[in-house]
């Protein structure tokens, strides 16, 4: 999936696989499909000359569903997918985010929700507790220190020799072809994601936390935005 290797990647040209009334099918596809709290990738693609608005994209058995606003009739031919490249943009600001976040807490993750206008995440904090106020400096800080995101593969089986890489308990690494990608948040933060995120942690540019909620013995959460 191109995504995988290259979130910026803007476009992509791939043959159809199948139509399925709203959906269109393609093996590999620049547009990020829907999982582990991050909404799918919206956009237009392009199908012999006719365009088609996509409002979700979604994970198919053969592939990357991208979901129109209508029923398709084409059934064969070329697409030619253009994502909407701010919507991408602030999610993967959101999800980088949550590294951050993950950074600063070093604890387990419940559960997790990646918005527009606001995220969450949930923490399993045990005994502990944590001065939640100060988040706004200690994020704030890992974004100005300009830290490089850089990705990584190790094997399914190096994983399993390595169980503290992860970090969320309700959402397992998406395993591919026997190979697991790693998310590098310069020396900070590693640990297996399959979602997109920025290339340095400033171009998040300003978090701002909203609240603390305890959802119960094992959730801890916390919302935010960024600027």
Request: hydrophobic share 35%.
């Amino acid at each position: 999936m191109i995504f995988l290797n290259d979130s910026y990647m803007k476009e992509f040209q791939a043959p159809i696989k199948i139509v399925d009334g709203d959906k269109v099918v393609t093996a590999d596809s620049c547009f990020y499909a829907q999982s582990g709290g991050q909404p799918g990738d919206k956009g237009i693609i392009e199908i012999n000359g006719k365009k088609f608005n996509v409002i979700n994209t979604i994970k198919h058995e053969l592939g990357i569903a991208h979901v129109c606003d209508q029923p398709l009739e084409i059934t064969s031919g070329e697409v030619l997918g253009t994502i909407d490249w701010n919507h991408r943009f602030r999610l993967m600001r959101m999800h980088t985010t949550m590294h951050l976040l993950c950074a600063a807490l070093p604890f387990f993750v419940t559960g997790g929700s990646i918005g527009l206008e606001k995220s969450r995440i949930d923490f399993d904090l045990g005994e502990e507790t944590f001065e939640y106020k100060t988040l706004n400096t200690i994020i704030n800080e890992f974004i100005q220190q300009a830290h490089p995101i850089s990705y990584q593969w190790i094997t399914n089986e190096e994983l399993d020799q390595q169980p503290e890489l992860v970090r969320t308990l309700s959402v397992k690494p998406p395993r591919t072809s026997n190979k697991i990608r790693l998310v590098k948040i310069g020396t900070i933060d590693l640990q297996p994601c399959g979602g997109t995120h920025v290339a340095n942690t400033k171009e998040i540019e300003e978090f701002k936390f909203i609240k603390y909620e305890s959802k119960g013995k094992m959730n801890k959460r916390i919302q935010f935005t960024l600027s």
